[in-house]
T-cell receptor, first 117, second 112 residues
Framework: DTGVSQNPRHKITKRGQNVTFRCDPI?????LYWYRQTLGQGPEFLTY????????KSRLLSDRFSAERPKGSFSTLEIQRTEQGDSAMYLC???????????????FGPGTRLTVL | GENVEQHPSTLSVQEGDSAVIKCTYS??????FPWYKQELGKGPQLIID?????GEKKDQRIAVTLNKTAKHFSLHITETQPEDSAVYFC???????????FGRGTSLIVHP
């Protein structure tokens, strides 16, 4: 399967705990995006990387959230001191990048559903 | 920033009927408009997109139209099938940004 993969698919944690999610993009894609989706809403942008560089962060990304893409391949999203309001689906997407002619197209993974008790 | 409104929030049709979902956007600099289909427990899947230099695009049973002057775009699905049942999202992307703003989604239900 050459699509975007995310792990774990589901995570249940207690308030105050730290959690980390992983995203593996499509191999030739150099851009990687993180989104959050709550029930009845469209995905909301959190941050994105071009290769290993984090180019933009949303105001939604509080200081409890951190994302990395150390080798320009997979990415991790960590949430520290989780709160009940962090419960959501966390989606990862990748795209070929601006020089490909298809840089606007994003391909999403299946998401990680986080439940904070 | 960009604001995307999507209507209706729920759409129920009989198999074989057509379905139309409409979106409006606020930023005149937006130039890329994708549509995504999201099935239960899955991530959004890109089904069709349109750029601002084109007024209409068709791919088999689905088509998208864009009216730049009015800043609205629509998804048309003809000959609907039960497997078309899903949540559909429109989005608008500002030129050079590569970050889409999504609508709130339309839950399409196709009754056999």
């Amino acid at each position: 399967d050459t699509g975007v993969s995310q792990n774990p698919r589901h995570k249940i944690t207690k308030r105050g705990q730290n959690v980390t999610f992983r995203c593996d993009p499509i191999s030739e894609h150099n851009r990687l995006y993180w989104y959050r989706q709550t029930l009845g809403q469209g995905p909301e942008f959190l941050t994105y990387f071009q290769n290993e560089a984090q180019l933009e962060k949303s105001r939604l990304l509080s200081d409890r959230f951190s994302a990395e893409r150390p080798k320009g391949s997979f990415s991790t999203l960590e949430i520290q001191r989780t709160e009940q309001g962090d419960s959501a689906m966390y989606l990862c997407a990748s795209s070929p990048g601006p020089t490909s002619g298809r840089g606007y197209e994003q391909f999403f993974g299946p998401g990680t559903r986080l439940t904070v008790l | 920033g960009e604001n995307v409104e999507q209507h209706p929030s729920t759409l129920s049709v009989q198999e074989g009927d057509s379905a139309v979902i409409k979106c409006t956007y606020s930023d005149s600099a937006s130039n890329y408009f994708p549509w995504y289909k999201q099935e239960l427990g899955k991530g959004p899947q890109l089904i069709i997109d349109i750029r601002s230099n084109v007024g209409e695009k068709k791919d088999q049973r689905i088509a998208v139209t864009l009216n730049k002057t009015a800043k609205h775009f629509s998804l048309h699905i003809t000959e609907t099938q039960p497997e078309d049942s899903a949540v559909y999202f429109c989005a608008a992307t500002r030129g050079g940004s590569y970050i889409p703003t999504f609508g709130r989604g339309t839950s399409l239900i196709v009754h056999p």
